[in-house]
């Protein structure tokens, strides 16, 4: 039984994964901004496409991982 003056494992699981949201947003937006250009020349150079569509799929295969993985248990 926990004592009284802690707060439930459910609003601690809460809790982590807001700070855990707030702490990686600004990295991932970084290195979407770090992408930008990237994405912007791929498609006109040869294979580029193909570069451009995996670099895509990494970001959003991290970003689902992060946002999946971050949730507390019910």
């Given at each position: 039984?926990?004592?009284?003056?802690?707060?439930?494992?459910?609003?601690?699981?809460?809790?982590?994964?807001?700070?855990?949201?707030?702490?990686?947003?600004?990295?991932?937006?970084?290195?979407?901004?770090a992408a930008?250009?990237?994405?912007i020349l791929?498609?006109?150079?040869?294979?580029?496409?193909?570069?451009?569509?995996?670099?895509?799929?990494?970001?959003?295969?991290?970003?689902?991982?992060?946002?999946?993985?971050?949730?507390?248990?019910?």
């Amino acid at each position: 039984m926990l004592p009284p003056w802690l707060p439930s494992p459910r609003t601690v699981g809460a809790l982590q994964r807001v700070l855990l949201v707030a702490l990686l947003t600004p990295a991932v937006l970084v290195a979407l901004a770090a992408a930008v250009p990237s994405l912007i020349l791929l498609p006109f150079l040869p294979g580029g496409t193909d570069r451009a569509t995996k670099l895509l799929t990494a970001h959003t295969r991290y970003l689902s991982t992060l946002l999946t993985n971050s949730r507390p248990d019910p």
